[in-house]
Structure formats: C-alpha cells, structure tokens
C-alpha cells in the first residue's frame, strides 16, 4: 500500500519481479500526480503479477483480497496503522523493524532489520506462505495482536483522557 520511495516501493516491486507466479495487489494511498503515476504504470508494465488499485474509500474491500500484507517503508514510520488493520482481518503483516511499526506489527507478523535486502522479504515471505498450516498459526496471531487491550478503543480512550487530566509536568 502506497506506491512511494519512502514506503518501500522499490524493495516491493522487486519481491514481485523475483515472485512472478504470485500475484501482488499495489494500493494508492497518498494521491500520485499524473507524472509519478505514468512513471509507476510503465514500472508495472513489466510486472504481469502485480496489479494496481486507484484509493479506496474503505479498505476492507482491500482487505477482502490480501493473504498477506508488506510494508517495506524505508523511513521511521510513526507508527504503522495499515498493519493493526491488516491483522484486525486476519492477516499476518512482514514490515520493516523501521520507527513505529515494530509495535504496530508486534507478534501478528515478521519485521525485517535487513529492509533493504529482497532475499530476507522473499525468506519471510516463503515461511509464511509456503505451509497452510503455518499461516494459519500466523493469521492467528494477527488477529491476537490486532485484539489485543493496545488497540481497544475504549482502552486508548481512557488512557488519552487520562494524559489530557494529569497535572503538567
């Protein structure tokens, strides 16, 4: 999701160049000028496996089509919200151990300190998919993590209220 240089753009499509038998679904987030989208449809002409997706107002219809969710960002992220939403559907998430998302991500998925390098996205990538019943285990996962007391609402909500009334330091 997100077809930029900072979130990883060039590591993904490389993973889909090296994977042609799997296909990817790439997902516009931050609106692309006309000139960056040309630029990335004539990327994609060369990659079959990879189809592209205009935003979406609600991304559970995304989420309906992902077996497995990549964040290959390449700058501190602050925190990783696409994978808590990923995992609350029960999709284990494999992102870059880069700012937030290593909380975002935690048990539900694997992080990758090696971001950079495509053969630890591809290794990652092979130990939860190539097994059904080790993606079953990670999907699991996901879903505990995603419902886990971190990411209630009521639980945030009362922590924030918490902070707004607590005496300035």
């Not at 997706?53 to 497995?68: C, G, K, N, P």
């Not at 975002?104 to 053969?119: C, F, K, R």
């Not at 190539?130 to 209630?152: C, I, K, M, T, V």
Request: hydrophobic residues 45%; glycine residues 6%; contains cysteine.
């Amino acid at each position: 999701i997100n077809p930029h240089k900072v979130k990883g753009i060039d590591t993904f499509l490389e993973v889909a160049r090296r994977l042609p038998e799997q296909t990817f679904l790439l997902v516009e987030s931050w609106k692309l000028s006309d000139d960056a989208l040309g630029a990335l449809h004539s990327r994609l002409s060369e990659l079959p496996n990879v189809r592209f997706q205009h935003r979406v107002s609600d991304m559970r219809e995304i989420y309906r089509q992902t077996r497995l969710l990549l964040v290959p960002s390449v700058w501190e992220e602050g925190f990783g919200m696409v994978a808590v939403e990923a995992q609350s559907c029960g999709i284990p998430v494999i992102a870059s151990a880069r700012g937030g998302l290593p909380e975002s991500v935690g048990d539900g998925g694997i992080l990758i300190q090696d971001y950079l390098n495509v053969q630890t996205w591809l290794d990652a990538m092979h130990s939860i998919l190539d097994d059904e019943a080790n993606y079953g285990a990670w999907s699991a996962l996901a879903l505990q993590h995603a419902r886990s007391p971190d990411f209630d609402p009521d639980e945030l909500a009362r922590r924030f209220l918490a902070i707004c009334a607590s005496p300035l330091p």
